[in-house]
């Protein structure tokens, strides 16, 4: 239902960029969302987008560096992921649902990819 592109190893300051993309039942969801485990510790969530008003919402530890967008053309939502700090290092998933910030909330999952930021 999610295809997430594959993350990576990127130094400290650098960028990244994940693509997701929806398909089947998925497509109709209200919202999509990033979220991202770090090693030993709980998923916190990262981002959400709006698919029909384009309105964002991100996480205080993420606002400023990081900007989710979407493409309705190509039916594919980003996270643009710059700044990158070490403690940015985590499986990041893309999630189809409502327009929130509740991980409990989303209905379909992509399968993780995992990036890393060395210092």
């Known amino acids: 239902q999610l295809q997430a592109s594959r993350g990576g190893l990127v130094q400290a300051g650098g960028s990244l960029r994940l693509s997701c993309a929806p398909s089947?039942?998925?497509?109709?969801?209200?919202?999509m969302g990033w979220f991202r485990r770090a090693p030993g510790k709980e998923r916190e969530f990262v981002a959400t987008i709006s698919w029909s008003s384009g309105s964002t919402y991100y996480a205080d530890s993420v606002k400023g560096r990081f900007a989710i967008s979407i493409n309705n053309a190509k039916n594919m939502v980003y996270l643009q992921m710059n700044s990158l700090k070490p403690e940015d290092t985590a499986v990041y998933y893309c999630?189809?649902?409502?327009?929130?910030?509740?991980?409990?909330?989303?209905?379909?999952w992509g399968q993780g990819t995992l990036v890393t930021v060395s210092s």
């Open positions: 089947g039942s998925a497509v109709n969801s209200y919202g």
């Open positions: 999630a189809a649902g409502p327009y929130s910030s509740r991980s409990d909330e989303y209905l379909y």
